[in-house]
């Protein structure tokens, strides 16, 4: 189902990153996520409720944003 606050997700079984991309452009990397948490989080009803109560807050992260981007949005 569309998000309104999530525009993509790729999971990297070989790293267990998870790379979330949001509506507004900006992209982070989620480490040592398990599969069953991203699958669940790719079929998820709401993606934006599922980062919220799963993933954010629970999972280190860096942010990949090119800089480009970060001034546009």
Request: charged share 20%; aromatic share 16%.
């Amino acid at each position: 189902m569309p998000s309104t606050a999530i525009r993509n997700i790729i999971y990297d079984t070989a790293t267990c990153e998870l790379w979330v991309t949001f509506v507004t452009g900006r992209r982070y990397v989620y480490q040592n996520v398990t599969p069953d948490v991203a699958s669940a989080f790719q079929q998820a009803q709401s993606r934006g409720a599922f980062f919220n109560s799963e993933i954010r807050d629970r999972y280190s992260y860096r942010e990949v944003t090119p800089p480009y981007r970060r001034w546009a949005s």
